[in-house]
Nanobody, 125 residues
Framework: QVQLVESGGGLVQAGDSLRLPCAAS????????MGWFRQAPGKEREFVAA????????YYADSVKGRFTISRDNAKNTVYLQVSSLKPEDTAVYYC??????????????????WGQGTQVTVSS
């Protein structure tokens, strides 16, 4: 059974940084792509970033490119989303997702089967 548990969210000021861990279990790690999505109040869920467990391939939404970085710690079975230079418009619930690799999933253009419960990030101006 796949389980994804996000943490690390909080209330921060504009310009601050956070690191959001996603602890994963029940995956065949080498075959999976890990994605990060976010949903702001009253808005649809949007793709933020994704990466393969090998770390060889990553992909970012234009809105976060250069500010967010996805990485992983294989020994801890954990994927991280480093969010930097935060803006009030980054306020959202951030979700970790996992599924078997496809180019479409890496680019956030295909559904993911497994989701975490989300972690709230609130950025004040």
């Amino acid at each position: 059974q796949v389980q994804l548990v996000e943490s690390g969210g909080g209330l921060v000021q504009a310009g601050d940084s956070l690191r959001l861990p996603c602890a994963a279990s029940g995956l065949t790690f080498g075959s999976y792509v890990m994605g990060w999505f976010r949903q702001a109040p009253g808005k649809e869920r949007e793709f933020v970033a994704a990466g393969t467990w090998s770390g060889l391939s990553t992909y970012y939404a234009d809105s976060v490119k250069g500010r967010f970085t996805i990485s992983r710690d294989n020994a801890k079975n954990t994927v991280y989303l480093q969010v930097s230079s935060l803006k009030p418009e980054d306020t959202a619930v951030y979700y970790c997702a996992a599924d078997y690799y496809s180019a479409a999933r890496l680019m956030g253009k295909s559904e993911y089967a497994h989701w975490g419960q989300g972690t709230q990030v609130t950025v004040s101006s």
